[in-house]
């Protein structure tokens, strides 16, 4: 049986009874990636030669006897927009091909310090700017489940990876559902905390009010274990939030008796595949059977979620994107004529055609005259779609839809039609907006892909999230499904 099969404590258990090594793990995760990324393309950046010496550091420690946590020796894949020290982070661009990395970003360096073993950096949409993944300027990467389907994005390589065995798990990052939605077209587990639970330090920025990192893993308990290690405050961070951080894995109890779940009405209306919508009441059915209750809510100006999230997240992309300039680091352009020349020509030969729209659509919207009628306007309806996640959860304790309106669709199906990709993520920028952690879980297949089913929890209660989908999961076998390779 693969490596990749056994549950964090199982493995845990086998290192330290000697029955296998960290050089095994790591052995066995590269030579998965050595016979799947020509078909994944999950991996920019593959880093066979520091993981095989992580390993043999490791594999040497461990004959202390010394007792180590659960994520000791695991192969791990970083998405490429998290910078890591001296491994290139090329955020999917063409403008950051050569970028080296003079640190690690928190996260990284809190699992080096639970002394898991990078294997590489994920492919992922340009700037975390896309949802399929085809944005990416190296190559796209593809779903394990059909290899003509997109694994979602940007955070397409940390699913697609997680999902193909060749990664134990991943961190990606979630703007308006980066995380989830590849989560949900590959059939795998990904949790989007709440906004400052985890460090952003590190993180190429793309909406600063909007982006956070989290796992994506096999199962819940896996993301429990990652969540654990990587929460907590930061002072490098000045949106990372002082809260305590509680023990994840005490919160997966299986007990969901007297739970209260909303469902909003606006996340199975039109535009909601009716197999998905089938396997997400089926999924309502399964916590019902274990003593939940749920009951039909409204979220009323979720129809208004999409305009403002592109206004709002693509007025911060240009802002922050305008460090890329041809200067200090990535790309310049050669024999410019002059200063404002080179600005010209490294941006327009760095970016590709999805992050230049999104700049342009974000300097318009913040440009004088423009500024109250878009921007300023759109951040009053985000406090309106705030207001109304806050007003279910006075009575709620936790809200369930579907993660997708549908199944991941084939490649270059809608690489000409933005406004459709965007509608994708319909369900999942709402959560994003409104700052609150919610997790997608496979629910299901529908014509053989998976279907993922999203638990949306209060601020900083990652503990209920974690507990509803952990009871799911372990009443049925969805997680278990694996593509054939």
Known sequence: MSLFNNTLPEIHNKLHQKEISVSDLVGHALETIDAREDKIRAFITVDEEQARASARQLDDQLISGEERGLLFGLPVGIKDNIVTEGLRTTCGSQFLKNFDPVYDATVVGKLRAAQTVTLGKMNMDEFAMGGSNENSSFFPARNPWDLERVPGGSSGGSAAAVAAGE??????????????????????????????????????????SLDQIGPITKNVQDSAYVLQAIAGYDQKDSTSAKVD?????????????????????EYLGEGVDPQVKEKVLDALKTLEGLGAVWEEVSLPHTEYAV??????????????????????????ADNPDNLLDLYHQSRTQGFGPEVKRRIMLGTYALSSG????????AQKVRTLIKQDFDRVFEQYDVIIGPTAPTTAFKIGSQVDDPLTMYLNDILTIPVSLAGVPAISIPCGLADGM?????????????????????????????????PQL
């Open 167 to 208: 990664a134990y798990f991943t961190l990606g990052s979630d703007t308006g559902g980066s995380i989830r939605q590849p989560a949900s077209y590959c059939g795998v587990v990904g949790l989007k905390p709440t906004y400052g639970l985890v460090s952003r330090f590190g993180l190429v920025a793309f909406a600063s």
């Open 307 to 332: 305009a403002t999230y592109y206004l709002l997240a693509s007025s911060e992309a240009s802002s922050n994107l305008a460090r890329f300039d041809g200067v200090r680091y990535g790309v310049r």
């Open 370 to 377: 423009y500024y109250d009628a878009y921007y300023l306007k």
């Open 450 to 482: 998976p279907v993922g089913l999203q638990i949306i929890g209060k601020a900083f209660d990652e503990s209920s999230v974690l507990r509803v989908a952990h009871a799911f999961e372990q009443n049925t076998e969805f997680h278990k499904q694996r």
């Open 245 to 265: 951080i509680p023990d994840y894995l005490n919160a997966l109890t299986g007990d969901v008796k007297g739970l209260r779940i909303a469902v909003p009405k």
